[in-house]
Structure formats: structure tokens, C-alpha cells
């Protein structure tokens, strides 16, 4: 399987296989990993994520699992039996949760997908926190949740790149996987944290998650070569560190 060169994810948030499909048919797997969601995934099940990989793609299978311990683990295990590159559980789900899949993986033969906590969802805000009981700014929850991830041993967080130095300097360690990337003269749609890549990168991401930027262009292929020209790796070390994962 070729190696992706770069840090982005590109989100096949498509109703059916075929378009998703059909659009990775126009990409290189040096050029990106993909990221399967709920929508997709609910659709077409693990034969979209089996064809992608059969064209060379690593897949991020983001369906992030919350429920009790033994069933969110089962769920991780499926992920890992189906061959995926990385999978996400919310934090939100505790402690016990977390090290119950994190245990799985240690279990299973062969490769393991990275496990990624999901911290606060980049579409939400204050505002949206004091709905669920949580007085407090996102990147103090985002905080408070990484270090039950750390704790439980996860290889990494998904967060918005504007926690992301927080995150680098308090769990160095951990992965940064940051959606809600857009360009300059990008709409923000529904995300509300939002940066650019080069942004995201200087704040420690290491991995960077573009959706309809790319997948809603005239054309894709094209799009994502000028995201690639336009990335700009301040630190040489990182940047090989960030694509060897």
C-alpha cells in the first residue's frame, strides 16, 4: 500500500458508495487517507470501506463509538478486523470506556487501527456547551477530556487546530487529528472553530480533516493538488513524523 504523503484526510461525506467511490477514483493514495462517516457508512456498510482500501486508500472509519465499555469495544474490534487505519470513540463515554478499547486492540492479531478520542465537536461553541450542563470555553473541556484519553492510553485526539497547542504542550504524544480545516476564501458551513491548513499545522495538528472544500469542487482532483502546493511545513523533523504515522 503506498504511503499517503501528506497530513490531510479527505471526508467522503456522500450518501452512496458509488460517489464516493467515483471520487477516490480521481485521487492518489500518496495524496490523502480518507475518512468514512456515519452517513456513508450507514448506507453501505463495510463494502464501501473494503473497496477503498482496495484501491490503496488507508481509511479513518469515524464513527465515534459511545456506549458502555463492552459494546463500544466490540465495535473497535469490528474496525480492526475490517483492516481500517485509525478509528474514534468519544471521550465523553469515560474512562472504563476508553481502556476497555483500548485493551481490544492490544488483543487483536495484526495491525491495529490508531484509536482517537473525539474531545468537543468543532461545530460547537460556548453557547452550545451551557446546553448540556457545561459551563465552561470548549478548549477547557477539550483539555479536561484529553487527559482522560492520555490516562486511558489512546494514540490520539480529534479537537479543533485552535486547542491544538494547548494539546501539543499538555500531551505531546497524542495524535491531533483536526477537522473544520478551511481555506482563506472558504465557507465556514457548519463548523465554527475553524483554521487553515498551514494554520492548523503551526498549532501542532498533525492531521488535517478538508471535507466539501475539496469534495464539492468542480473538480476535486485539482482542488486537493492546490491544498497540497499551498502546505507549508515550518518544521522539516515534524512533518516527517507527522507522515510516517
Known amino acids: 500500500m503506498p504511503v499517503c504523503q501528506t497530513p490531510f484526510i479527505l471526508a467522503l461525506d456522500f450518501p452512496t458508495a458509488d460517489k464516493a467511490i467515483a471520487l477516490a477514483e480521481q485521487l492518489q493514495p500518496s495524496q490523502c487517507r480518507l ?13 464501501v470501506v473494503e473497496a477503498l482500501q482496495n484501491k490503496g486508500f488507508e481509511v479513518f472509519l469515524d464513527l465515534k463509538f459511545h456506549d458502555i465499555p463492552n459494546t463500544a ?20 463515554g469515560g474512562l472504563r470506556m ?9 488483543q487483536c492479531a495484526g495491525g491495529k487501527p490508531l484509536l482517537i478520542g473525539v474531545t468537543v465537536l468543532t461545530s460547537m461553541e460556548r453557547s452550545d456547551l451551557a446546553g448540556i450542563g457545561l459551563d465552561c470555553e470548549p478548549e477547557q473541556q477539550v483539555l479536561r477530556l484529553a487527559g482522560l484519553a492520555s ?7 480529534v479537537c479543533s487546530a485552535r486547542e491544538a497547542r494547548a494539546l501539543k504542550a499538555a500531551y505531546p504524544d497524542l495524535a491531533l487529528v483536526t477537522p473544520g480545516i478551511r481555506a482563506a476564501a472558504c465557507a465556514a458551513d457548519d463548523q465554527r472553530r475553524t483554521l487553515n491548513p498551514n494554520e492548523a499545522l503551526a498549532e501542532g495538528a498533525d492531521y488535517l480533516v478538508v471535507g466539501r472544500p475539496i469534495t464539492a469542487a468542480e473538480n476535486p482532483a485539482k482542488a486537493l493538488e492546490q491544498w497540497i502546493t499551498q502546505l507549508n511545513f515550518t518544521d522539516k523533523t515534524k512533518a516527517k513524523g507527522v507522515l510516517a504515522r
Open 98 to 106: 476508553l481502556q476497555a478499547c483500548r485493551e481490544v486492540l492490544e
Open 35 to 47: 475518512k468514512v462517516g456515519k452517513e456513508l457508512f450507514t448506507r453501505a456498510g463495510p463494502f
Open 73 to 92: 469495544a466490540m465495535a473497535v474490534k469490528a474496525a480492526a478486523e475490517l483492516g481500517v487505519w485509525m478509528v474514534n470513540v468519544h471521550c465523553g
Open 151 to 157: 490516562e486511558a492510553g489512546l494514540d490520539g485526539l
